[in-house]
């Protein structure tokens, strides 16, 4: 394995199915376009202070995370390479902490490159590190943050222990600059528990103040500048955004309790039927500190994240490294025990789900086709097969040779994350990938004077492909309910009952692009309170109207 260079053979792989695809498909709604825009706004009016979401106040994140993806626009362009290039090149790095860790824990080559390898092809982790939100970047300071704990307390001198608990501080400051106070909580409810075991209470209450120092200072600039400028900002990040989610009764994305754990299968599949050997190989090494670290590192935030009322999928980002470390861990002692049978089973499982999903397509292409019969469609269909073909092909090999080409796993997922996105079927890129469709009338769209849209989703794609935050909103506000309350955002709102009004005042300044979706009861009501004439564009359930001026 050394000989090969495994982190060579990693950079390699993450460059071919992560990076070049970038380009290939258009920005996903809502978080894809939400994020180009806010980010692209920022470089756009030079306020780095406090986010605005098409020119709206849009406080339910920090700012840092916006940075870099702005700070990817302003380097590659305004375009889908630079608004993802955050997302990929925050998941390359915790990567490499994986990598990192395991050549600390437990000093061999395989075990490293294997961890690393499973955190790859972990589907949650492969699946987010080409879009564009903050999952991935608030993910890798987690991973950082503990990573740099545990090489402190592995440090054998005091330069290394300061540096890493300076570290530390770095990654809970940035990880809060990003998403939020979790970045705070999460590694203290690792380490003290692990540390009360270990008896080392007295290393968190010597070093510790040094992290909290540095991650006060990485936030103290910002946190204060956001105060001056938008006083109300903690008070509804803080309540909002964190307790009313956390403990409301009717918090935004509410979910029972036991959500996460079959999310946990699918997040780390292709490799979920390694799960029950890992979990029994913890428990019976759980007295050795590394296991117990990582263990802790594991349960302990997936149980306050099931706590929380408001769940979403990608919250337990943060517990996947440690289940790639200790899973890593498992296979390669597998392997060298000659134990081939979990590591067939795994692969039989991934056989059949790929069989399963190449006869479901087959049979509804036939009874009610998802693909038309035009080329651009059966190069979708062409693409989709290939992803099955990889998938199948790649775990087979695995079940027929498991203790040589234990990895195959990751090919079949490298290939899924790189081509499925543009191997979807034409309706669905067509709907949930707007910005295309506003790509194709861009020339006509630059010369409108006035936009409007029925969906935040459809508004911050035409905003961000024509650079243009004021878009006014008809029949929805969404998250974006808070920030037009202020009294300067009122006009943005436009209503079944004003709108022939708000349009005929547009028109007289020039003429007006209407971006609807049009699909729903609701919507096919929105679209008939507006007036006739106009060139109007239909593509999936989206239609575009642009009005001229008035004469």
Known sequence: ???LHPLSWLILGFAVFFLLPLGFHGLWIPDETRYAQVSQEMLMSGNWVAPHFMGVRYFEKPAAGYWLIALGQAVFGENLFGVRI???LATALSVLLAYLIARRLWNDPRKSF???LLY???GLVAGQAGY???DPQFTLWVNLSLVALWFALDSPSLRGRLGCWALLGLACGMGFMTKGFLAWLLPVLVAVPYLIWQRRVGELLRYGPLAIVVAVLVCLPWALAIHVREPDYWRFFFWHEHIRRFASDNAQHARPFWFFLPIMVVACLPWAALLPTTLCKAWKEKRQPAIAFLALWLLLPLGFFSLSNGKLPTYIMPCLLPLALLMGHGLIDLIKQGKARTIVINGAVNFALGM???VGLIYLQITDPLYSNSHAEMFSLSLAFIVLLGWI???????????????MPALGIGLLVAL???????LIADNEMPDQFVLEHLDELQHTRALLSNELGLASALSWRLREPEVAFYGTEGELRYGLHYEEAAHRKVTLDNVQAWLAEARERGSVAVLMRVHSTSEHREEGQLPPGGKRYRKGNLVLTIYPQHP
């Open 120 to 122: 790859m092809s972990f």
């Open 420 to 426: 499925l996105p543009a191997g979807m079927p034409q």
């Open 356 to 358: 399963a999903a190449m």
């Open 86 to 88: 955050a997302s990929v």
């Open 114 to 116: 294997a961890c690393a």
């Open 393 to 407: 092909l790649a775990n087979l090999l695995q079940t027929v040779r498991p203790l040589t080409l234990w990895a």
């Open 1 to 3: 394995m050394t000989r």
């Open 132 to 134: 564009s939100n903050l």
